[in-house]
Every structure is written in structure tokens, then in C-alpha cells.
């Protein structure tokens, strides 16, 4: 299978030319990463081509790469990964494109693959990444009055606000955190037998 992706790593290499940054092939899948500004026009090329007929978008998802390589990574902050499938030849793509800026945009793809819709709005609320050209970009996992975008790096571990319902007013409102920030505490480790590297015959309980 491996030797089936590398051969379509270069067809892909040969078709597309320097509108691809690079095509690997890793644990028998390939990944493909573009540049954003081409996803229309290589997305629309690998479904329509019979050579390649990625007929389905299977799944979308954001990626924030802010604190990859501990804090290394010198590349755009956020990408979206796309990943096609196709029936009629029986393989599969990982496509990958950068994103940066605040907010980070790039052209939805849900005229190329209507499966797109829903994915695309849950990148949108979980990383703030923008598609342009969504029919109803809107948050989709959050509350609407959710402030922030939960899978985000830098985003706190307790959130921003939470809510609950004020019999008052008949409704939910939303109010400061309440609760402490978690501080994980070191593993405690019990000095006795249990834990002795190489404890002489004689220390060990006798069985009965």
C-alpha cells in the first residue's frame, strides 16, 4: 500500500507542480500539503479528475500548532486538514493548508463537498478559523454567547465564564468562574517494599 501512495505522491508532485509544498507518504498514508490560496482549485481538480475522484470530504478538523515542538514551531499558527476519500478508486488523501492572521481565514469548501458544512463550523468554533464563503458560519458545539475558542492553545483550562440559571430573571446568565484553577500535585511514592529495586530474598513478606 505504501508503494501505491508513494506513486501517487509523484503523479500529484508531476500534476500540480509548485502549487504543492509537499507530498509525504508516512505509516501508508499520504499527506499533501498547498498553499491556501489554491484549495479551490486543487480541491475541485482532485474531485472531478478520474485519476483521482476524491468524491468524499470524510472529515475536516483545525489544528493549532502554537505550542508544537514546545514552543519551537516558527510556522503559521493554525491548519486545516481535510480528509478525502474516494470510492471509485479506493484510496485516501490527508490535504493540509496553513493559516495565519487574527482571524485566521480561508476559502470553505462546502461548494466542493457539502459534508464540509458542519466541519467547517466546528473549526470555526473550537479555533476561530474562518471560512469565507460559508453559508452559516455559526458556533455549533458552544453556547452562542461562548466567549473564546476551546481548542486553542492558549485558551484556560476553566474557561472564560460559566453559567447557570437565575430563577429571577427566568433565564441563563452567564457570570465569572467560580472555581479554582486545577494545580496537578506530584505523584507521591511510598518508601517500602513495594518499591525497592532489588530487595534481598530475606526482606520479602514469607508466603503462607
Given at each position: 500500500?505504501?508503494?501505491?501512495?508513494?506513486?501517487?505522491?509523484?503523479?500529484?508532485?508531476?500534476?500540480?507542480?509548485?502549487?504543492?509544498?509537499?507530498?509525504?507518504?508516512?505509516?501508508?498514508?499520504?499527506?499533501?500539503?498547498?498553499?491556501?490560496?489554491?484549495?479551490?482549485?486543487?480541491?475541485?481538480?482532485?474531485?472531478?479528475?478520474?485519476?483521482?475522484?476524491?468524491?468524499?470530504?470524510?472529515?475536516?478538523?483545525?489544528?493549532?500548532?502554537?505550542?508544537?515542538?514546545?514552543?519551537?514551531?516558527?510556522?503559521?499558527?493554525?491548519?486545516?486538514?481535510?480528509?478525502?476519500?474516494?470510492?471509485?478508486?479506493?484510496?485516501?488523501?490527508?490535504?493540509?493548508?496553513?493559516?495565519?492572521?487574527?482571524?485566521?481565514?480561508?476559502?470553505?469548501?462546502t461548494n466542493?463537498?457539502?459534508?464540509?458544512?458542519?466541519?467547517?463550523?466546528?473549526?470555526?468554533?473550537?479555533f476561530g478559523?474562518?471560512?469565507?464563503?460559508?453559508?452559516?458560519?455559526?458556533?455549533?458545539?458552544?453556547?452562542?454567547?461562548?466567549?473564546?475558542?476551546?481548542?486553542?492553545?492558549?485558551f484556560p483550562?476553566?474557561?472564560?465564564?460559566?453559567?447557570?440559571?437565575?430563577?429571577?430573571?427566568?433565564?441563563?446568565?452567564?457570570?465569572?468562574?467560580?472555581?479554582?484553577?486545577?494545580?496537578?500535585?506530584?505523584?507521591?511514592?511510598?518508601?517500602?517494599?513495594?518499591?525497592?529495586?532489588?530487595?534481598?530474598?530475606?526482606?520479602?513478606?514469607?508466603?503462607?
Amino acid at each position: 500500500m505504501s508503494q501505491y501512495y508513494t506513486r501517487l505522491a509523484e503523479r500529484i508532485r508531476e500534476r500540480y507542480g509548485d502549487r504543492i509544498s509537499n507530498a509525504v507518504v508516512s505509516n501508508g498514508e499520504l499527506t499533501v500539503t498547498i498553499d491556501k490560496g489554491c484549495i479551490q482549485s486543487i480541491g475541485e481538480s482532485f474531485r472531478d479528475d478520474a485519476e483521482f475522484a476524491f468524491e468524499q470530504l470524510i472529515d475536516l478538523c483545525g489544528v493549532d500548532y502554537s505550542d508544537y515542538g514546545n514552543g519551537a514551531w516558527e510556522g503559521p499558527r493554525f491548519a486545516v486538514v481535510y480528509h478525502l476519500l474516494s470510492i471509485t478508486n479506493n484510496h485516501r488523501l490527508r490535504l493540509k493548508i496553513f493559516v495565519d492572521g487574527e482571524p485566521p481565514v480561508v476559502d470553505s469548501v462546502t461548494n466542493l463537498w457539502a459534508s464540509a458544512n458542519w466541519f467547517e463550523r466546528e473549526a470555526f468554533d473550537l479555533f476561530g478559523i474562518l471560512f469565507d464563503g460559508h453559508p452559516d458560519l455559526r458556533r455549533i458545539l458552544t453556547d452562542y454567547g461562548f466567549i473564546g475558542h476551546p481548542f486553542r492553545k492558549d485558551f484556560p483550562l476553566i474557561g472564560q465564564v460559566e453559567m447557570r440559571y437565575d430563577p429571577e430573571q427566568a433565564r441563563v446568565v452567564y457570570q465569572p468562574v467560580s472555581i479554582d484553577a486545577r494545580v496537578n500535585q506530584p505523584r507521591v511514592i511510598r518508601d517500602d517494599h513495594r518499591y525497592i529495586a532489588n530487595q534481598p530474598a530475606k526482606d520479602m513478606p514469607k508466603e503462607k
